[in-house]
C-alpha cells in the first residue's frame, strides 16, 4: 500500500483528505506536528507528499525546500492559493504539481496517479474489472461474456476513468481534465463523440445502459 503524507493544517480537510486516500488504497500519513515536517518525511519514507502553502510556522514553499534537500519524494501542492504567481514559485521550489482547492475528487485522484506514475512509484493495473466488464489496459480491448470489442486509444482511457471510479458521477469537464492530465488531447466535441462510440460498442457487448447520462451533470457508470 502506497503512503501518502498529508501536510494540512485545517483538520477538517485533513481528514477528509484521509478518508479519500484510504478509500481508494493509499495509506494516509496526516501531519499533526508542524515543527519538523522533513524529519517526519525521512522517518515514514512516503511515496507522495500533499503540501498546503498556508501552515503554521513555516510556509508551505520553506517546507518544499526543506523536502527537497531531505527526501527524494514528489510533492503536490494543495492550497486555497490560486494565482499564477503561486502556482510559478510552487513549481519552481520542486513541486511536481499545484491543485488548488476546492478540488474534484476524480481529478484531484487523476493527478496523485500521474505524479506516482511518472515518479515510478506506483504500476497501473494491467486488467480493470467492473460489473461483468473487463478492460484490458495493455490490449486496448473489452470483453464481457457476449465477446470482445477492440477501442481506440480515447475510448479506452474514457472508460478506464469511469472504471476506476464506479457509481460516481463524473463531470464532462472533470473528464477532460483528466484525460488531458494524461497527455490525451480532447475537447468537448469529441468527448460527446467518443462517448457515443463507445457506448455503441459496450451495447454489441449487451451493455447498452452501463454508462448512464446524469443531465447536467456527467457521466456514471451504473
Keep these: 500500500m502506497q503512503k501518502i503524507m498529508i501536510v494540512e493544517d485545517d483538520p477538517v480537510i485533513r481528514e477528509e483528505l484521509s478518508i479519500l486516500l484510504k478509500n481508494e488504497g493509499y495509506c494516509p500519513l496526516p501531519v499533526t506536528d508542524f515543527t519538523d515536517i522533513s524529519k517526519q518525511a525521512v522517518q515514514n519514507s512516503p511515496d507522495l507528499i500533499l503540501l498546503d502553502i498556508g501552515l503554521p510556522g513555516q510556509d508551505g514553499y520553506a517546507v518544499c525546500m526543506e523536502?527537497?534537500?531531505?527526501?527524494?519524494?514528489?510533492?503536490?501542492?494543495?492550497?486555497?492559493?490560486?494565482?499564477?504567481?503561486?502556482?510559478?514559485?510552487?513549481?519552481?521550489?520542486?513541486?511536481?504539481?499545484?491543485?488548488?482547492?476546492?478540488?474534484?475528487?476524480?481529478?484531484l485522484m487523476a493527478r496523485i496517479k500521474t505524479v506516482?506514475?511518472?515518479?515510478?512509484?506506483?504500476?497501473?493495473?494491467?486488467?480493470?474489472?467492473?460489473?461483468?466488464?473487463?478492460?484490458?489496459?495493455?490490449?486496448?480491448?473489452?470483453?464481457?461474456?457476449?465477446?470482445?470489442?477492440?477501442?481506440?486509444?480515447?475510448?479506452?482511457?474514457?472508460?478506464?476513468?469511469?472504471?476506476?471510479?464506479?457509481?460516481?458521477?463524473?463531470?464532462?469537464?472533470?473528464?477532460?481534465?483528466?484525460?488531458?492530465?494524461?497527455?490525451?488531447?480532447?475537447?468537448?466535441?469529441?468527448?460527446?463523440v467518443n462517448v457515443t462510440r463507445l457506448r455503441g460498442k459496450l451495447a454489441r457487448l449487451g451493455l447498452q445502459d452501463l454508462i448512464r447520462t446524469r443531465r447536467g451533470m456527467g457521466y456514471q457508470l451504473i
Design 116 to 192: 506516482l506514475r511518472r515518479a515510478g512509484r506506483v504500476s497501473e493495473p494491467d486488467v480493470l474489472e467492473v460489473k461483468g466488464l473487463r478492460l484490458d489496459l495493455i490490449k486496448g480491448a473489452v470483453s464481457s461474456d457476449a465477446g470482445t470489442a477492440e477501442l481506440t486509444r480515447n475510448e479506452l482511457q474514457i472508460l478506464a476513468c469511469l472504471m476506476e471510479h464506479p457509481g460516481e458521477i463524473i463531470s464532462r469537464a472533470d473528464l477532460i481534465e483528466t484525460l488531458w492530465d494524461r497527455q490525451i488531447y480532447i475537447d468537448d466535441n469529441t468527448l460527446s
Design 67 to 107: 523536502l527537497g534537500r531531505a527526501v527524494s519524494t514528489p510533492i503536490i501542492f494543495v492550497t486555497g492559493r490560486d494565482s499564477g504567481l503561486d502556482e510559478i514559485r510552487a513549481l519552481s521550489l520542486g513541486g511536481d504539481d499545484y491543485i488548488t482547492k476546492p478540488y474534484s475528487i476524480p481529478v
